[in-house]
């Protein structure tokens, strides 16, 4: 499964960022995407993720630290799912990875195990 992610760069504090992660998996009736970070040091981390199950309406979450700053949000006819903080600090600055898997890859641990297929990560600096 291919998963280009894009958007990277430097962003002033208290700017906004938005990510992009093109797959066409999102196509699908079954799938979930997730956005995850790691910065230096630290362990990786959940920042949000997507997900489908069959018939049922798209659900998002969000990753407690998130405070509201956090987004997703997907364009089928661009294949791409987004991710945007508003209020960026330089806590935010991570390589910031995006993966898929099928839709109980998605929940409120955001957790990466269930996911199948990850991105090459994107590099995000926060400027102060």
């Not at 209020?87 to 898929?100: M, N, Q, R």
Request: hydrophobic fraction near 30%.
């Amino acid at each position: 499964v291919q998963l280009v992610e894009s958007g990277g760069g430097l962003v002033p504090e208290g700017g906004s960022l938005r990510l992009s992660c093109a797959t066409p998996e999102i196509r699908n009736s079954d799938f979930a995407v997730g956005w995850f970070r790691q910065a230096p040091g630290k362990e990786r981390e959940g920042v949000g993720c997507i997900e489908q199950e069959y018939g049922l309406p798209r659900t998002t979450y969000y990753a407690g630290f998130s405070r509201g700053r956090v987004s997703i949000d997907d364009d089928i006819a661009e294949a791409k799912v987004y991710l945007q903080i508003d209020g960026v600090t330089p806590e935010d600055t991570a390589k910031y990875y995006c993966a898929v898997g099928k839709s109980d890859a998605c929940d409120l641990n955001l957790e990466g195990q269930n996911y199948v297929s990850w991105g090459q990560g994107t590099q995000v600096t926060v400027s102060s």
